[in-house]
């Protein structure tokens, strides 16, 4: 869920994914599992399609194919579809993110306040997981006042995440489950679906397999 609008920006209803992701090249391909959405898949691979995210719409507006479309990052989200630019996908990065924060918080002595707040129950898997928290001061130069962080007790691998805004309103929530990280990827799993009048995008990164 992310709380994003062209007008108003309002907390979007739960949306499913299933993403396969690369880390080298950085490449993320998200399958929209929800008929309601909007789009049917968006692939993005540095290097390929000009650095663009190549979006394949769930129906047509015009005639029976639906449409295939190239889109900069910040069109992507000033049309509302995304809260962040998709280069900040991954878990990698979402540490990142806010070991930054910490870091600029140290940086100006205003240093953030830690809690563990024990074992809870993860939302969709219903597994136990790791409930860390973190409060930012109240400065503009924090985007988030608080940031709650699920951690998997068995692979420390983020499990989910919540920001909050100094507003006290839920900016974003992200959870994760059925992560399988010990698994090859190449190209051919970054392109659009294949099948009957189906586009594809495949074959156009760079070659072999990675570890994502």
């Not at 992310?2 to 080298?24: A, D, N, Q, Y």
């Not at 993005?44 to 990052?73: F, S, T």
């Not at 805004?165 to 994760?176: H, R, T």
């Amino acid at each position: 869920q992310e709380r994003h609008g062209i007008f108003i920006k309002e907390l979007s209803p739960e949306e499913h994914m299933r993403v396969t992701f690369r880390s080298k090249p950085f490449s993320v391909r998200m399958e929209m599992l929800d008929d309601s959405a909007p789009l049917r898949e968006a692939i993005y691979v540095e290097g390929r399609n000009n650095n663009r995210i190549r979006c394949w719409w769930r129906k047509a507006i015009l005639g029976d194919q639906p449409p295939v479309n190239d889109y900069d990052d910040s069109v992507v989200m000033a049309f509302g579809y995304s809260l962040y630019p998709i280069t900040d996908w991954g878990l990698e990065r979402l540490t990142e993110k806010n070991l930054e924060a910490i870091d600029l918080a140290r940086s100006l002595n205003l240093a953030p306040a830690y809690e563990y707040l024990g074992m809870i129950e993860h939302k969709k898997t219903g597994l136990p997981v790791h409930h860390l928290q973190i409060r930012f001061p109240i400065d503009s130069r924090f985007r988030h006042e608080k940031v709650d962080l699920l951690i998997d007790p068995d692979t420390l691998l983020p499990a989910g995440t919540y920001l909050w805004l100094p507003s006290g309103e839920l900016e974003a929530v992200y959870l994760y489950s059925n992560l399988q990280k010990d698994v090859e990827v190449g190209d051919d799993d970054f392109g659009l679906s294949a099948g009957s009048g189906t586009p594809s995008s495949k074959g156009s990164g760079a070659g072999g397999k990675s570890r994502p």
